[in-house]
Structures are given as structure tokens and as C-alpha cells.
């Protein structure tokens, strides 16, 4: 079992989603893998994911980053 702990000061659950696909992306790529699938309740935080808005910016560039 993965147990991620991360200091945060002030956030909103659409943070935590973020962050949460994001840690499961850096982890999944880190094996020699194919194909990912995502399940998740937020499919707002799923879009944030792909999407190149100044929101959430830094998740966006670390999940392109662990795709690449």
C-alpha cells in the first residue's frame, strides 16, 4: 500500500484530487507500462489534468512531465 504524505497550508478538495492523479501517474510511469486508466469521482479534476489553464498549473506540468 502507498502511503503519500504532503505539508499543505490551505487548500481545496480540487487540489487534493490534482494531487492525488498526480501521484498516482508518477508512480504508474514509474513501472514499465503501457496503458493507464483513471478512476476518479472528480471528473473536473480529470479535466484539469489536460487542460493548460494557469489553475493547477504545476500538477498539469509534473503528470506531462511523467507521461512524457
Known sequence: MLLSKAPANR???LDV???AIR???TK???F???HII???DSL???RKTVEPSVYGQAHLLAIIH???
Open 17 to 19: 484530487e490534482l494531487f
Open 44 to 46: 473536473s479534476a480529470a
Open 23 to 25: 501521484l498516482g501517474v
Open 11 to 13: 487548500t481545496i478538495a
Open 32 to 34: 514499465d507500462i503501457k
Open 66 to 68: 511523467a507521461l512524457r
Open 28 to 30: 504508474a510511469t514509474s
Open 38 to 40: 483513471l478512476i476518479t
